[in-house]
């Protein structure tokens, strides 16, 4: 799974944050301060529009921070760097699907373009795993919306990573597959992995993350991973 870092040394932060300042002009949430490194979950949490999705986009790159720092892989965030785009998979849960290709193809690009080797079997593991083998033929616009959120889920396993970004992964899962998604970030950590996620799921928090950020307009606070679970559940 994991992707060699070219600056980043061992147990070196693969993102990190200072006095990060988010928003569209005016900021939308406290000022942030954060670290994650391998083996290490952060979850972001807080009520709805307090920039959980704002955060996670700014520290991928695609918005530019109002103030302070983000640093992916040790440097200075550039979402074009060939070393972040190898080692950072992200699903933002943006139903972005090339509308021709059917579910087994998405899978298998994203294996190529990330030359996995034994790309078939790894796809075929996926399908069974996200529930999606009955509909590994599908294009996108005959998937439930469900459906697409697994497809996105597992794209973003598919391939090798150092770091994983999640924004609200939960979101139309059922149950038992958030269970299964609680299991799969816990197993990504314990193999050395880092993941950053925004999340509304108390399960999610507890039985996944090892520190919790909350956020809100006037401060953020760093919890441990039961308290932060607790907080979700009393938003
Ligand atoms: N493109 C945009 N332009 C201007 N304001 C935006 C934009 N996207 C989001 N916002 C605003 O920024 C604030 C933070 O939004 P964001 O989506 O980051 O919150 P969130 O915590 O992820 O919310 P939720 O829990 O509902 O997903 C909200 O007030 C939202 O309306």
Do not use: W
């Amino acid at each position: 799974m994991s992707h060699d870092l070219a600056d980043a040394g061992p147990g070196a932060p693969l993102v990190r944050a200072d006095g990060l300042q988010i928003g569209y002009r005016l900021p939308v949430c406290a000022p942030v301060d954060l670290a994650v490194r391998p083996g290490e979950v952060l979850a972001v949490v807080g009520a709805n529009g307090t920039g959980k999705s704002t955060l996670l986009r700014t520290i991928l790159g695609h918005l530019e921070p109002l103030g302070g720092r983000a640093e992916l892989l040790g440097r200075p965030v550039d979402p074009r760097s060939l070393d972040v785009r190898a080692a950072v998979a992200q699903d933002l849960g943006d139903d972005m699907f090339f509308p021709a290709l059917t579910v087994r193809e998405h899978l298998l690009l994203t294996c190529y373009g990330h030359r996995v080797t034994d790309a078939e079997e790894v796809v075929e593991d996926l399908l069974e795993e996200f529930g999606l083998t009955d509909r590994a033929d599908a294009v996108p616009g005959a998937l439930s919306s469900g459906q697409r959120r697994r497809l996105l889920l597992a794209a973003a396993l598919a391939r090798p990573r150092s770091l994983l970004v999640l924004d609200e992964p939960e979101q139309r899962l059922d149950v038992g597959m958030r269970h299964h998604l609680t299991g799969r970030l816990r197993e990504e950590r314990e193999a050395g992995g880092a993941v950053l996620l925004a999340s509304h799921d108390p399960e999610v928090v507890a039985g996944a993350a090892t520190a919790v950020l909350l956020i809100d307009e006037t401060t953020t606070r760093t919890l441990g991973p039961q308290d932060g679970a607790a907080a979700v559940a009393a938003l």
